[in-house]
């Protein structure tokens, strides 16, 4: 049954690597439209969550509550700066973050404590375009 859709996982995972930040499953699905390979949007929702879940893909949540992912290059935790404009992102890493976190957390005796942290802005061109 998984292996059925195989190809069609690998595929929308090549169109992941392509987009050049983070992309909705919507914008994706339109992506790999365009190039008729007939693969529809329920399924390219299904590769991006098993994408994301196998950590193969990163995953957060757009201001706007929409789900967006990224084929990711750094493995492990990090954080990312996101233009709001273009999809630009950057992998961050953050040790004042993380030491906040935890310090944070351990004083108000919070264990196993996980944080989400991902700086939304416009990028350098963007803002250029802007002004
Ligand atoms: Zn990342
Ligand atoms: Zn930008
Ligand atoms: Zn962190």
């Known amino acids: 049954m998984a292996?059925?859709?195989t190809w069609q996982r690998e595929r929308v995972r090549d169109a992941l690597a392509d987009a050049r930040g983070f992309v909705s499953a919507q914008s994706l699905h339109a992506a790999l439209r365009d190039e008729n390979t007939g693969i529809g949007l329920a399924?390219?929702?299904r590769a991006l969550a098993g994408l994301a879940a196998a950590g193969q893909a990163d995953s957060l949540q757009s201001p706007e509550g929409e789900a967006l992912?990224?084929?990711c290059a750094m493995s492990g935790h990090h954080h990312h700066l996101i233009c709001r404009s273009c999809?630009?992102?950057?992998?961050i890493?953050?040790?004042?973050?993380?030491?906040?976190?935890?310090?944070?957390a351990a004083q108000h005796?919070?264990?196993?404590?996980e944080?989400?942290?991902d700086i939304f802005g416009l990028c350098e061109s963007c803002a250029a375009q802007k002004a």
């Open 115 to 117: 944080h989400v942290v």
């Open 43 to 45: 399924t390219v929702y």
């Open 87 to 91: 999809g630009l992102a950057v992998e």
């Open 109 to 113: 005796g919070f264990r196993d404590a």
């Open 93 to 104: 890493e953050a040790t004042a973050v993380e030491k906040w976190a935890q310090d944070t």
């Open 3 to 5: 292996q059925r859709n």
């Open 69 to 71: 992912y990224r084929a």
